[in-house]
T-cell receptor, first 112, second 114 residues
Framework: LAKTTQPISMDSYEGQEVNITCSHNNIATNDYITWYQQFPSQGPRFIIQ???TKVTNEVASLFIPADRKSSTLSLPRVSLSDTAVYYCLVGRGSSNTGKLIFGQGTTLQVKP | EAGVTQFPSHSVIEKGQTVTLRCDPI?????LYWYRRVMGKEIKFLLH????????ESGMPNNRFLAERTGGTYSTLKVQPAELEDSGVYFC????????????FGQGTRLTVV
């Protein structure tokens, strides 16, 4: 399973766009890139998943360059309630058992 | 649709005692996972059930931990006897299939061993 590297923490202000970049140099051909969000005292929550190029849903966008060695989670116009830990995970190809490998995540602090 | 539920939400036990954690996955989800986070560390995989069968238990720390999923519905994770280093938050997650990375997590059980 590919190892991921992401910033430990980030600060932002309400209304700004936040971009969190994750490096995954050893990503395998059949690996997907997935982001989870975790609030204090809760379990992680799936945000978005992608394989290549760009994926967008009602919560976020995920940008993946052609070499797939990195990815960027983009949160448009963050609010205080977006303060959480964001995890980048790589894996879950068809040959994978499905277990998730969490890194330390990025703690995003949104300020008023 | 009910989410993944875990019971209890908190448990405080003395070293040497036994504790059993329960997880009810989302109905219809064959895949059930246990994870835990000990203080200051990352969330770590413990094991994976497909229905009632253990698919991968490579993350179980030692034989004091026993997970079961009789009937392929809810699962229990028993720690016996509990040690101080077992303190942490235990998460359960379920997914419909293992190729889909969208696993749904419960709120977790915070276990404190004193």
């Amino acid at each position: 399973l590919a190892k991921t590297t992401q910033p430990i923490s980030m600060d932002s202000y309400e209304g700004q766009e936040v971009n969190i970049t994750c490096s995954h140099n050893n990503i395998a051909t059949n690996d997907y890139i997935t982001w989870y969000q975790q609030f204090p005292s809760q379990g992680p929550r799936f945000i978005i998943q992608g394989y290549k190029t760009k994926v967008t849903n009602e919560v976020a966008s995920l940008f993946i360059p052609a070499d797939r060695k990195s990815s960027t989670l983009s949160l448009p116009r963050v609010s205080l309630s977006d303060t959480a830990v964001y995890y980048c995970l790589v894996g879950r190809g068809s040959s994978n058992t499905g277990k998730l490998i969490f890194g330390q995540g990025t703690t995003l602090q949104v300020k008023p | 649709e009910a989410g993944v539920t875990q019971f209890p939400s908190h448990s405080v036990i003395e070293k040497g005692q036994t504790v059993t954690l329960r997880c009810d996955p989302i109905s219809g989800h064959d895949n059930l996972y246990w994870y835990r986070r000990v203080m200051g560390k990352e969330i770590k995989f413990l094991l994976h059930f497909v229905k009632e069968s253990k698919q991968d238990e490579s993350g179980m720390p030692n034989n004091r931990f026993l997970a079961e999923r009789t009937g392929g519905t809810y699962s229990t994770l028993k720690v016996q006897p509990a040690e101080l280093e077992d303190s942490g938050v235990y998460f359960c997650a379920s997914s419909r299939n293992r190729e889909n990375t969208e696993a749904f997590f419960g709120q977790g059980t915070r276990l404190t061993v004193v």
